[in-house]
C-alpha cells in the first residue's frame, strides 16, 4: 500500500484566512479599548488593548503555521520569531511583555490602582502593534 502525502495547508480554511481574522479581532478589541478608555474604565481598557495586542502577534504566528497553549508562549515565540529577527522593532518586544503584567496586574490584582497614564500607554501600544503587525499581514 502507497502511502499518502500529507496535504499541504492552501489558503482556503488556511493560514492567511485565521490570519485575517485573528487582526480583524485584534482591531474590534483595540477598539473596545478605546471606547473603554473614553468612559474611564480603565482596567477594561487594559484588558482590552493587552488582548487587541495578543491577537494581533497571533496572526503573525498562524502564517507560521505555529499554535501555542500558554500566552507565555505565545510571546515567547512571537519574539524569537519576529523580533530577534528584525521583522519588527526590537523594543516592541518590552511594550507587549509590558501589556501583559499590566493586563494580569488589571484583572487579578485585588489592590491594583489603575493610572490613566499607564492605560494610555497601552493603548499606544496596542495601535501600533495593530498596525505594524497589519501592515505585515498586507505584503505576506
Same mark, same amino acid.
Request: with cysteine; proline share 1%; charged share 30%.
Given at each position: 500500500?502507497?502511502?499518502?502525502?500529507?496535504?499541504?495547508?492552501?489558503?482556503?480554511?488556511?493560514?492567511?484566512?485565521?490570519?485575517?481574522?485573528? +487582526?480583524?479581532?485584534? $482591531?474590534?478589541?483595540?477598539?473596545?479599548? %478605546?471606547?473603554?478608555?473614553?468612559?474611564?474604565?480603565? #482596567? &477594561? !481598557?487594559?484588558?482590552?488593548?493587552?488582548?487587541?495586542?495578543?491577537?494581533?502577534?497571533?496572526?503573525?504566528?498562524?502564517?507560521?503555521?505555529?499554535?501555542?497553549?500558554?500566552?507565555?508562549?505565545?510571546?515567547?515565540?512571537?519574539?524569537?520569531?519576529? +523580533?530577534?529577527?528584525? $521583522?519588527?522593532?526590537?523594543?516592541?518586544? %518590552?511594550?507587549?511583555?509590558?501589556?501583559?503584567?499590566? #493586563? &494580569? !496586574?488589571?484583572?487579578?490584582?485585588?489592590?491594583?490602582?489603575?493610572?490613566?497614564?499607564?492605560?494610555?500607554?497601552?493603548?499606544?501600544?496596542?495601535?501600533?502593534?495593530?498596525?505594524?503587525?497589519?501592515?505585515?499581514?498586507?505584503?505576506?
Amino acid at each position: 500500500m502507497k502511502k499518502k502525502e500529507a496535504k499541504p495547508l492552501d489558503d482556503f480554511g488556511g493560514a492567511k484566512e485565521l490570519a485575517a481574522y485573528r +487582526i480583524s479581532v485584534a $482591531k474590534e478589541d483595540l477598539a473596545d479599548a %478605546e471606547h473603554s478608555f473614553e468612559e474611564k474604565r480603565y #482596567r &477594561n !481598557a487594559n484588558n482590552r488593548a493587552y488582548y487587541a495586542i495578543f491577537r494581533a502577534i497571533s496572526a503573525c504566528l498562524a502564517l507560521e503555521f505555529k499554535a501555542f497553549k500558554s500566552h507565555a508562549q505565545v510571546i515567547g515565540n512571537f519574539n524569537k520569531d519576529f +523580533i530577534h529577527t528584525g $521583522k519588527f522593532p526590537k523594543g516592541m518586544g %518590552e511594550k507587549i511583555s509590558k501589556a501583559q503584567i499590566v #493586563r &494580569n !496586574a488589571s484583572d487579578y490584582s485585588d489592590f491594583y490602582v489603575v493610572s490613566v497614564e499607564e492605560t494610555e500607554e497601552q493603548l499606544e501600544t496596542a495601535r501600533q502593534v495593530v498596525a505594524l503587525v497589519e501592515a505585515y499581514l498586507e505584503k505576506q
